[in-house]
């Protein structure tokens, strides 16, 4: 098989290490309304806008807000992650990285990058990798939050390609789902027990190389 056209990247997790401070800004807001919020419940929020998570803590607690509140408690947890991330550098940048985007461009293969996270052009910039990407789709951009396929199909269609030329990297539940509905193949980085819908799992990008891509099932 031949190489993918492009290779759309997944930001919190797989480019950069911000999944433990998603986790701590949540924890807080969680512990102040006194809902129970584990690890594990946060495995279900990546991916999910700010929102759209915030709505899913008030629903694991049975707690209904006004619209209002939900909105005050979003802004309140993302004051906290601005806080902790404003102490970012290029070494947030996950291991295996950056050698292996600069692999893909060297061969050819166009680099995006499809996050829900309205901060990407914060983080970006902070780890230096705000020239990088071909395309950026990010929070800003969308309408609809993984799992739906829209943020990697707006990556696809800015590089002009179709999706099955495109393969997607995701550390998310609902990243995996959004990909495999936007017709890709995905790449899940993290564990295989948790990713099992990608066509493939690696634990980091350290762990992959174009013959990876060749072989994807
Ligand atoms: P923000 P990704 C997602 O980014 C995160 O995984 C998720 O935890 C977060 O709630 C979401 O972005 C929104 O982020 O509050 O910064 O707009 O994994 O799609 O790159
Ligand atoms: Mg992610």
């Given at each position: 098989?031949?190489l ?49 998570s915030?709505?899913r ?31 970012m ?41 705000d ?32 999706p ?8 998310a539940?609902?990243g995996?789902?959004?990909a ?38």
């Amino acid at each position: 098989m031949s190489l993918p056209k492009a290779c759309i990247f997944d930001l919190d997790g797989v480019i950069v290490d911000t999944v433990d401070a998603h986790y701590k800004a949540w924890k807080t807001m969680a512990d102040e309304l006194g809902v129970p919020f584990t690890m594990e419940d946060n495995e279900h929020l990546k991916g999910v806008s700010r929102v759209d998570s915030m709505s899913r803590i008030l629903a694991l607690g049975e707690i209904e807000k006004t619209e209002e509140e939900l909105m005050d408690y979003t802004r309140r947890k993302n004051d906290i992650y601005l806080e902790i991330i404003s102490k970012m550098t290029p070494d947030d940048i996950l291991v295996g990285v950056k050698d292996f985007i600069q692999l893909l461009i060297d061969n050819g293969v166009e680099v995006a990058l499809g996050s829900s996270s309205k901060n990407t052009p914060t983080i970006l910039k902070a780890v230096g990798l705000d020239k990088t990407f071909k395309a950026v789709v990010d929070g800003n951009q969308v309408t609809h939050s993984k799992p739906h396929p829209e943020v990697f199909l707006k990556g696809a269609e800015r590089l002009g390609f179709e999706p099955k030329d495109c393969v997607v990297f995701e550390d998310a539940i609902s990243g995996v789902e959004a990909a495999k509905r936007a017709g890709m193949k995905c790449i899940g980085v993290g564990e295989a027990e948790v990713l099992f819908d990608a066509d493939l799992v690696v634990p980091d990008l350290s762990n992959i190389n174009l013959d990876t891509l060749r072989h994807l099932p």
